[in-house]
């Protein structure tokens, strides 16, 4: 037997206002057959009045421990990824703790971008599994539409708002065959700040700033680093790629998506999708699309998840789950 972290529910959380490539036209000069071609972005949802970080965020860890039949009061650890905060301080994750009456446990922000989701799933195993806590809500929240330059067609138009969560309990299982986290690997690479940043912050503008992106810089990067640290992975589980039952990848392009697929010689039918229906929603993107697969169905019990995710700093990272 081993402790191990073990999913034991998933939720998310979108807000109420969808846009279509269309109306993105009717904004900015763009086409639905431009966004499609080069993204696969079909929609997008957008936070309005009242909708916020710690707000969706704690829909979807509602969903999760729901989804569980957990009271979110018994949660003694959450750990939220997150790059657009409530406020600058305190964590968002504490607004959420006690909009869920779990006070008194620990609760703390993560800042990876589109890995931040990655890198808290990591920091919650690692202290679940050394006793510090028995469960965790692991969340990814965003409202990037408040960091984007509506002005600029090339960022504007490939990103979304919304929450996912997962539910963990330390659980003592069977070594071989026992659901739970079987292997993490993180990366980041600071030399490449400028390819993906914001052009603010409380330190130097003093102002939140807005997105700027070097797409097709990060598009070369995005494909070799995840197709790398995949492999990373699955030598640490001692697996191969072809008993992989499913890839939750960061939802930031399609073509990204079918290229590291092609990398790893993976079927595109075990890759879960949903950037046409959410578009980039950062941190919230792999927890987003994982939900969304365990809820339609195709994530089964037993079966071996990876999922996967690159941001800006450069940082990326991956995990391996046994559902």
Known sequence: MTRRSVVIGTGSALPRRCVTNAEMAAMVDTTDEWIVERTGIRQRYIAGEGETTSSLGTQAARAACAAAGVDPASVDLIVLATATPDQTFPATATIVQDALGANGGIAFDVAAVCSGFLYAVGVADSMLRSGMARRALVIGAETFSRILDWEDRTTCVLFGDGAGAILLEAREVDEAHGPGILATRLHADGQHNELLFVDGGPSTTGTVGKLRMRGKEVFKHAVTNLADVLREVLEAAGLPAEHLDWVVPHQANKRILDGTARKLGLSPDKVVVTVDQHANTSAASVPLALD????????????????????GGFTWGASLIRF
């Open 292 to 311: 969304v697969a365990v809820r339609d169905g195709r994530i089964q019990p037993g079966q071996l998840v990876m999922l996967e995710a690159m941001g």
